[in-house]
T-cell receptor, first 109, second 117 residues
Framework: GQNIDQPTEMTATEGAIVQINCTYQ??????LFWYQQHAGEAPTFLSY????GLEEKGRFSSFLSRSKGYSYLLLKELQMKDSASYLC??????????FGKGTRLSVIA | GAVVSQHPSWVICKSGTSVKIECRSL??????MFWYRQFPKQSLMLMAT?????????EQGVEKDKFLINHASLTLSTLTVTSAHPEDSSFYIC?????????????FGPGTRLTVL
């Protein structure tokens, strides 16, 4: 199975850079996803990593190290609208996504 | 692309009644759909996995006779909460996986907020 760990809460300043870490157990790993979820809304897909390295998509980047069971989501030039929960999820051999509890990010002025 | 709709977006019902929630993939064929439940400030909890044309697979602790799932076509899955009680009040979210895609990316519907009085 999968055991996903990510910080519960983080606070960062508008315009800054923040890194949200995620660790997971590696058995049957089939890919690592990041989703953004605003309060009261459903999650929206941000990124998918299946190979080691950094994937950049605008202000958001996601990194994966399969050997370490580690990923991070990097948000640059933070905006107030980036205040949300960020969910790390792994796909494993059953092809079902398993979600972490999410990291609640607060962006302050 | 990859749009998933859900209907209704919110519903209020009396205890003991049944509520049906629809989940549709609008621009792709979803061979697999998933139903999640989320209580306030908690993580997504997978309730069941639904494959088109076959019975749903329920997670441990989820009553299949209470949460009826039907996935009759490649674009539609329904969740019926039977004999709803106040403790069933929650945010129900469906997601769909594109059967033609090479990744396991799931796309989420906007969710249905159920309140049982």
């Amino acid at each position: 199975g999968q055991n996903i760990d990510q910080p519960t809460e983080m606070t960062a300043t508008e315009g800054a850079i923040v890194q949200i870490n995620c660790t997971y157990q590696t058995s049957g790993f089939n890919g690592l996803f990041w989703y953004q979820q605003h309060a009261g809304e459903a999650p929206t897909f941000l990124s998918y990593n299946v190979l080691d390295g950094l994937e950049e998509k605008g202000r958001f980047s996601s990194f994966l190290s399969r050997s370490k069971g580690y990923s991070y989501l990097l948000l640059k030039e933070l905006q107030m609208k980036d205040s949300a929960s960020y969910l790390c999820a792994t796909a494993w051999e059953g092809r079902t996504l398993v979600f972490g509890k999410g990291t609640r990010l607060s962006v302050i002025a | 692309g990859a749009v998933v709709s859900q209907h209704p977006s919110w519903v209020i019902c009396k205890s003991g009644t049944s509520v049906k929630i629809e989940c549709r993939s609008l621009d792709f064929q979803a061979t697999t759909m998933f139903w999640y439940r989320q209580f306030p400030k908690q993580s997504l909890m997978l309730m069941a996995t639904s494959n088109e044309g076959s019975k749903a697979t329920y997670e441990q602790g989820v009553e299949k006779d209470k949460f009826l799932i039907n996935h009759a076509s490649l674009t539609l899955s329904t969740l019926t909460v039977t004999s709803a009680h106040p403790e069933d009040s929650s945010f129900y979210i469906c997601s769909a996986r594109d059967g033609t895609a090479s990744t396991d990316t799931q796309y989420f519907g906007p969710g249905t907020r159920l309140t049982v009085l």
